[in-house]
């Protein structure tokens, strides 16, 4: 198992999907952490602006660390998916067969011990402050249906505050560091050579 960490707009998505055809042989499975939210129904706009979805308790950590320990068993799991302009986790779920790998990607992925306790490789992507601002505000205008004031105002209040607090420390439980606004080939190349070291003879 793979763990990928890092903050909002650092790669950690765009590394974890490399990976996977680097990988492809060993038929990889990729879990984004956003697919684990919790619903959050019928909330108007105004309480979601104050909704904090920047720290670990928004996320469903019970069901993935359960989906998790399912996988490394060799057990098929039922992933989630999650609605980011409705908040709310939908009915439907996709069928997940355990692969050679998983890959595990999401700002908190090396915040839980228990998360951590699971992974192989724990990676942290490190990447400058603005350039994760100017990719998040892409994302959110093409994906999430934002505007650029609250893409803005939410970075502000809560993105780069809960980073700080809860995302750039855990850069400690990691194994490989890498740089998200580098050359993703190098990136790439430091997280296979931890995972060689893991199964290369000793001596």
Same mark, same amino acid.
């Given at each position: ?9 650092? =790669? ?29 129904? =019928? ?7 104050? /909704? ?28 989630? /998916? ?11 779920? *996709?069928?997940?067969?355990?692969? =050679?790998? #998983?890959? #595990? ?43 650029? +004031? ?7 209040? *809560?993105?780069?505050?809960?980073? +700080?607090?809860?995302?750039?420390? *855990? ?5 490989? #560091? ?26």
């Amino acid at each position: 198992m793979i763990g990928i960490a890092g903050p909002s707009g650092s =790669g950690k998505s765009v590394l974890a999907e490399r990976l996977a055809a680097e990988l492809r042989r060993a038929a990889p499975v990729v879990l984004p952490l956003d697919c684990y939210y919790r619903s959050l129904p =019928g909330m108007s706009a105004g309480r979601f602006e104050a /909704h904090n979805l920047d720290e670990p308790d928004a996320l469903d950590v019970e069901l993935l660390v359960r989906q998790l320990r399912a996988l490394a068993r060799g057990r098929a799991i039922e992933r989630p /998916h999650y609605d980011y302009v409705a908040h709310v986790r939908l009915s439907e779920t *996709t069928a997940v067969s355990p692969g =050679g790998v #998983v890959i #595990v990607e999401g700002l908190f992925t090396l915040y839980w011990p228990a998360v951590r306790r699971l992974l192989h490789t724990r990676v942290y992507v490190d990447t400058a402050d603005g350039i994760c601002f100017e990719r998040r505000m892409a994302r959110d205008l093409r994906e999430r249906a934002c505007t650029p +004031e609250e893409v803005r105002r939410r970075y502000e209040r *809560t993105v780069r505050p809960m980073a +700080e607090r809860y995302v750039l420390p *855990t850069r400690a439980h990691a194994d490989v #560091v890498v740089r998200g606004d580098g050359a993703l080939d190098a990136a790439v190349a430091a997280v296979l050579r931890h995972m060689d070291s893991l199964t290369a003879p000793e001596g």
